[in-house]
Structures are given as C-alpha cells and as structure tokens.
C-alpha cells in the first residue's frame, strides 16, 4: 500500500531513514522511524568479498520490512579499497603528445624524504598511456588542432589491449575544454560503455599531475563501483525494496546511485566523511561548535578538526603516496592504529603497532576466528577494559588468560615484561600514535587543542579517548549516545552536496572581475541543477563560495572563504592578507596576492533528525545503581583498581559519575580514567571533563 508521504527524505517526521556505513571490520546500520520515534540498530560483520552481502544482513538483522524503508543512504569503502590495494579496472589513457609520463614523473618527490628507496606505480602502465596530436596553450588558445584520425587509432589500441575504462587528459583543458570534449564524442561513438573520463569535466585545475591522477583514479574504479551499486540494487530489489538509495561522497554529501559512477572518485574517503558530518551535527546540538574528531575502528583511526561546527573541506587529498584526488573531501587525518592493528616486537626491540592489522578476517585473537597475533582490542580485553562476555561476532570464545599468554610471548618476553605490563605497554604507545595524529591536525596546523573538546566515536574510540585528552591538554570528551554507529548517523543526517573548482591563475590586480563573477555564478547554478534531479528534496538550498590563493611567486595555496556578496579586487587581497595572517601570523602587504581557484559548494540542506531517541528512555534507570553492572578490577597506570561497570543503556539523564568507572552498550565502551567527571545531556552525549589522577 502506498504511503502518505510527499517524498523519501522531505520530512523525517514521515519517513523511515536506515543509513548504512561499512567499516574494515563491521558494518553498522542505523534506522529510524519518523513516524513512531522507534530507533533500531545492527553491527554485522563486514563482507570483504560482497559488501552488499554485509549490507543485507545488517538490514535483516533490525527485523524492520526492507520495503517499508523510504530511503536507504549508505557509506561506502568500494573506491577505497580498490585505490589502496590497486585492485583497479583495465584503464588507458590518452593525451597530448609529449606528456605521457605526466601521471609517472609526478612532482619528483620521494616515498622517504630522507632515503632513496621506495617504489611508485602509476595508476595506469606506461603502455596503455597514449599520445595524439592537439596542443592548447594556457592561455585557452589553440596551437595544434586534434587529429582525430590518430586518437580514433588511439581508442582501438586500448580496446584492443582490453581497457574497460578510458581517460581523455589533454595539457590545458582546463582553460579550453574543446578538444576533450570534442574526443569523448569521438570515443562515445567507438568505446562500448559509459566509463570515459575527461580530466577537465572532474577537476578544472591548472596542474595536470593532479589532474590527470584523479581522472585516471576515477576511471579505474567507475566499473567498480557501479557493479558494487548495481549488486546491491538487485539485492534490495529482491526484498521489495524500489526506491533508489543514496551513496555519501566524501566531501560529506550524499548523491543518488543512479548518478554515483560518473564521478566515482568522489566516493574515496565517503566512510571517513560520514563520521565527521555525524560528529559536526552531533557536537553543535550539544553546544560544542569547536571539536577534534576520534574515529577509532577496526583497521585505523581518523582525525579531522571541526570549527564553528564545519567540519574542513580540501581539494588537497593524498590518500598515499603519489596519489592525489584533488575532488573536496572533508580533511581527514588517518593512522594505522585501530582495534585490529597487530602489535608486534621489531629487529631492535621496540614494541610497534600496525599498520598490519587482523581485520574482520580472522581479527584480534580474543574474537576466536583463528587470530594468532595480538592486537590492541586483545590488550583492552587483558586489561579489563573490555568484558569478553560482551564482545561481538565472537565464534570460538578465548579465555582472557590465554591471551595474556600470548602477550607475554609475543611482546613480553623481548620487552622483559609479563604479560599484563606488555599489554600496558601496547595500549600506551598506541595512545601515544594516536595523539600524533590529532596533534596533525590541531598544533600542526596553528590550534590550541585547549580550544576543543574531543568527539569520541568509533567501536573503540571510547575506550581511549579519556587518555588521548589528558595527553593532549583537551578539556572535554564528548561520547555520543551511540559511538560504534556514528558513521551510519552520518549517513541519517547528512545533507545533499556538490562541490565546484575552476581555475583562473590570475594576479588579483590585474584580476577580471566579470569573469570570476561568471564563474561563481555557473558553479551555483549547475549545483543547483544536479540537486534538483535528486529524488529527495532539500528543504532549502545554502551556497558557500571561497579561493585558493597565493602571494605570487608561492606554491603555497591558502582557501579563503568568500562573503555572499560581490567581491572586487582590493576586497579580495584584503581577504587574503587576513587569511595569511591568521594562518602564519606574518603580514607581507609589500607582495600581490594570486587567485588559483574559484570554489563554490552548493548544499541541499534536509531536514533536521531528533537523537535524543538514539537511547530509549524507557530503558533508563531511575538512579545510578540501578544500571550498575559489577565491579571487576581494571589496569590504570600499572595497577589493578577496583572499578565500576555500568549498563550505558539504563544511565539517567541526570547522572554524575567520577572515574574510574566503565560504560558498556552495544556498540561500544567507554572508560572513564580516575579523576575524571562524566554527566549526560539531553541527547544522551556523555560529556566527560579530563580531571586530574586521584
């Protein structure tokens, strides 16, 4: 029967929402029912070789009629993975003549700054990288004309070599397209699918390195992805599911599946990015516009700074070495230390941790999949920071002695140390790794971390991150009502984004105004456009414009936010010498600023989600007793204390609860260190102030 409601996602008081993210390890669902209030989760495990499997099973698990769901939206790491671990579509490349080796000679850096060894491999091989004639000059205009005859020629090489995917990167397309556009129609007429990428139409960008590695990425996972979309349809299709679902891109934002392939690149980092947009939405309801995201998971942990509740966004993306995808995605920190990562003893005698990590298959060793290296999950579980009753996706339970055991095998007998110390020692320098990468950026990029409290989120996030603020300095953690799912609220609550660049590498004082005004304009109304053929309707539409500048004769670019109004020249230097200063506290008002880009993001804003129903407040306890657990004792600072375990789930709003003391729920679990002062909103957010050792 059908529904009375006007369209999937315009009014979540209606509609019936599931966001879905897969991580490393799990995959976590969130659904909530706008018309009851009613809030149902699920964390299965992740399917490495059939995502969509996972995804099902998620869905399956909430007991919730798949056909009854308005609208799906989903976090994806298909593009990832496929990127880190080059498990790529049969691309070839065709370009100007003389820079074929644009994507291999890069910017001449080296994988160890302070070595000579190292390897890269371009995206695509030398020898599906081909050459035609056409040259237009940086200035726009055109030096050789295309010789279509030779790229017609180029096209059946590649199809003949058995490339599923093409790449059309000429040197200035992004100042004349006309010769990019004019060979994709040529290559529509000869290539047997839709996977053909001009440079220009994904990133209209002066660098051609930059360019053309993320046009060449984008074409390598187009046919990826879109078997991943296609797969998950006919799975949600098969359980009456009929409405289209929508994909997070990692600038934040969301685009439908039907149109997700054609920009596939922007999907890299989508997991990521639907944390820290959960985290931003989160922290602003709780009056905490100023945090340092702490995603923790399986396989790695994920920092991003949030100011003014805007979580950052960079067209500057190095996902590895020689990998730029210079698409906007929020600005994302990642460590290899997670739940998962593997402790180990190396040649010298120091204990390291990951990047090597267990994964979902077979995981730590406490899951009982057949894990047989320690990991820092192992070292919370020896601890006593995590119950082994409460574990999840456990096969074959394994006694805690067993893994301290191995502990004392694995890294104490080099370190001298007993088993319980060496898992000490693990969990203390994996806190010490994890805080470089918030000091990244926070102290590395101008900020105070007093300024900013930390948003503890992630399966394990919790359990570190009253440590993390001490060594830090930060004042405050926030715990979300649901930490292990924040990434599929994410997903629930994200709005609807396109992102824009164009380049115009002009100095500001001989700047053509017409043409930046033109140009901002034509970014806002192909925003618009893209968002009005979505099928769910924004309630309103927010424009944001801003420039990557530079003084002239840097290479240094610096984004400045541009106000709503028209901006002239002598108003744009005078942005960007504030910019400048308040980056670098330097003031060089001698030298002329640059304008490199024009950036413009268009915001379908949706409708805002309630949490405070994130926890039922049916199931809280009147007193705090009343959700206690037990008592077990817990390793703080080399000794055992005798420490509190209550049930998150039954905490009342009004709770006041001094460390140490544990708070388990389903999803995750947080450790409360002594001397610390945890209370809980209205929202169900456990704000804990970082207090000093009792």
């Not at 399917?47 to 995804?55: I, K, L, P, R, Y």
């Not at 839709?194 to 139409?201: E, K, L, R």
């Not at 400045?560 to 002598?570: N, Q, T």
């Not at 230097?573 to 400048?580: D, I, N």
Request: glycine residues 10%; charged residues 20%.
């Amino acid at each position: 029967m059908a529904k009375n409601i006007p369209a999937p996602g315009e009014t979540s008081k209606e509609a019936v929402v599931a966001g879905i993210d897969v991580g490393g390890t799990f995959t976590d669902l969130l659904l909530i029912d706008g018309r009851s209030g009613q809030v149902r989760l699920a964390k299965t495990p992740t399917t490495v070789e059939n995502q969509a499997h996972g995804v099902v099973a998620a869905l399956n698990q909430t007991g919730f009629d798949i056909s009854e769901i308005d609208l799906i939206v989903h976090g994806t790491t298909t593009t990832t993975n496929a990127v880190l671990e080059r498990r790529l579509a049969k691309t070839g490349l065709i370009t100007t003549r003389g820079f074929r080796d644009v994507l291999e000679l890069g910017r001449r850096t080296r994988p160890q700054a302070y070595g000579m060894t190292g390897t890269f491999t371009p995206i695509i091989p030398r020898n599906l990288r081909l050459e035609v004639t056409e040259r237009v000059e940086a200035s726009g205009r055109v030096r050789d004309p295309l010789n279509e005859e030779e790229l017609r020629g180029a096209i059946r090489q590649l199809l003949d070599a058995g490339c599923e995917a093409l790449v059309i990167h000429f040197l200035h397309s992004y100042a004349n397209p006309a010769h990019e556009r004019r060979a994709a129609e040529i290559a529509a007429e000869l290539w047997p699918n839709d996977y053909i990428t001009t440079g220009h139409a994904l990133l209209s960008e002066a660098r051609e390195y930059e360019r053309g590695v993320t046009a060449a990425v984008n074409a390598s996972v187009q046919p990826i992805l879109e078997r991943y979309v296609e797969r998950l349809r006919r799975e949600l299709s098969a359980r009456g599911y009929g409405r289209d679902f929508l994909i997070m891109n990692g600038n934040g934002g969301m685009i439908s599946a039907s149109f997700v392939s054609r920009e596939a690149a922007k999907t890299v980092m989508s997991g990521p990015a639907s944390g820290v947009i959960a985290a931003a939405y989160t922290a602003k309801r709780a009056g905490f516009p100023n945090i340092v995201t702490y995603d923790m998971g399986g396989t790695s942990t994920d920092v991003a700074l949030i100011r003014n509740a805007q979580p950052a966004v960079s067209n500057e993306i190095e996902i590895e070495y020689a990998m730029p995808i210079h698409v906007p995605m929020v600005a994302v920190h990642t460590v290899g230390a997670g739940g998962g990562s593997i402790a180990r003893v190396d040649a010298s005698g120091l204990i390291q941790i990951g990047p090597e990590s267990a994964g979902a298959t077979p995981g730590p060793i406490c899951y009982g999949r057949g894990g047989k290296e320690p990991t820092i999950t192992d070292a919370n579980l020896v601890l006593g920071r995590l119950s082994a009753r409460k574990l999840l996706a456990v096969d074959s339970p394994v006694g805690v002695e067993d893994v301290t055991t191995i502990f004392a095998e694995r890294i104490g007998k080099a370190a001298n140390l007993d088993g319980v110390s060496a898992a000490g020692a693990v969990l203390r320098l994996a806190n010490v790794k994890m805080a470089g990468a918030v000091r990244m950026v926070s102290v590395a990029r101008g900020h105070d971390p007093r300024d900013f409290a930390l948003f503890a989120f992630g399966g394990a996030g919790p359990l570190h991150a009253s440590a993390l603020a001490r060594e830090l300095g930060l004042p405050k953690v926030i715990v979300p009502a649901r930490p292990g799912i924040t990434n599929a609220l994410g997903c629930v609550v994200a709005d609807l984004r396109q992102d824009f660049v164009n380049t115009v590498n002009q100095p500001v004082a001989i700047l053509d105004e017409a043409r930046m005004r033109a140009i901002l304009a034509a970014q806002r109304a192909e925003g618009e456009a893209l968002i009005a053929k979505e099928a769910v309707k924004p309630k309103r539409i927010e424009v944001t414009h801003s420039a990557d500048m530079q003084f002239v004769g840097q290479t240094h670019i610096l984004n400045v936010p541009l106000p709503s109004g028209e901006v002239d020249r002598a108003a744009l230097q005078a942005l960007f010498e504030r910019a400048y200063f308040a980056r670098f506290k330097v003031e060089l008002p001698e030298i002329r600023a640059n304008l490199v880009s024009l950036n413009t993001s268009v915001t379908g804003m949706r409708p805002q989600v309630d949490l405070s129903r994130l926890i039922d407040p049916a199931g809280r306890a009147a007193t705090l007793d009343g959700a206690l657990v037990e008592r077990r004792p817990v390793w703080f600072d080399g000794e055992w204390q005798d420490t509190p375990v209550y049930d998150r789930q039954k905490l009342p709003l009004d709770v006041a609860i001094t460390g140490p003391a544990i708070l388990e729920q389903l999803d995750a679990t947080t450790v409360l260190e002594p001397g610390d002062h945890a209370t809980c909103d209205s929202d169900g957010n456990i704000i804990i102030e970082i207090g000093g050792r009792s």
